[in-house]
Nanobody, 122 residues
């Protein structure tokens, strides 16, 4: 079993920055992804990273603004969010793909965190 705990969410002004963290309780050497869900919308892919720190992919909506990274010595995955805008407002979820499917589909992820709220004010 893998338990994921996100942190770092909060209220930020448009144009500002925020860094999310996701700590895994287990030694999960799989791929990790960040997803988000805004009110009234479906959960959507944001970014993913391979088990060794490579194979990084972003949704077009965040490319050039967000950066995903991981520190396996700390069992932690990060999402650095820069130049945020109100459309980035959502609950952000960290997810683990322990089978390393290399997918951006939420259904391919085995474990999920509880989510952290990010609110961007205009």
């Amino acid at each position: 079993q893998v338990q994921l705990v996100e942190s770092g969410g909060g209220l930020v002004q448009a144009g500002g920055s925020l860094k999310l963290s996701c700590v895994s309780s287990g030694r999960a050497f799989g791929n990790y992804g960040w997803f988000r869900q805004a009110p009234g919308k479906e959960r959507e892919f944001v970014a993913r990273i391979g088990w060794s720190g490579g194979s990084i992919y972003y949704a077009d909506s965040v490319k050039g603004r967000f950066t995903i990274s991981r520190d396996n010595t700390k069992n932690t995955v990060y999402l650095q969010m820069n130049s945020v805008n109100p459309e980035d407002t959502a609950v952000y979820y960290c997810a683990a793909d322990v089978s390393r499917r290399g997918s951006s589909w939420s259904g391919d992820y085995d474990f999920w965190g509880q989510g952290t709220q990010v609110t961007v004010s205009s």
